[in-house]
């Protein structure tokens, strides 16, 4: 592994994260800019980048809460988000749904 890369766990997966980078970014590098689901369901990530928004909290190494964007990645750091799940699909059979008269 280069010098300038860090062994972390994101979501339980290897990742190999700039040196200098935050929690923040390391996650955002490894899964997307969508690091967490809001209370509705709806993505969310990052916004300041300075720790005033609180939209980059995450667990890590088993905290919860934490604003990863003032976070910097050590090694063997495990950071695990909570992002949105895609909604469930509901399969129907064709020929027992009922239309509407109309």
């Known amino acids: ?3 300038d890369r860090v062994p972390i766990l994101v979501d339980g997966q290897p990742f190999e994260a700039p040196r200098d980078a ?9 899964l997307g800019p969508d690091l967490r689901a809001s209370v509705t369901g709806r993505p969310r990530g990052p916004l300041c980048g300075m720790g005033v928004c609180h939209e980059c909290r995450l667990t890590i190494d088993g905290v919860p809460h934490q604003r990863s964007c003032l ?3 050590k090694p ?11 909604p469930a699909t509901v399969q129907t059979d ?7 008269p109309p």
């Open 94 to 100: 064709p020929a027992t749904t009922e239309v509407p």
């Open 71 to 73: 976070i910097p990645v």
């Open 22 to 30: 935050s929690a923040a970014v390391a996650a955002m590098l490894a």
């Open 76 to 86: 063997g750091m495990s950071i695990e988000t909570n992002r949105p799940q895609p």
């Open 1 to 3: 592994m280069p010098d």
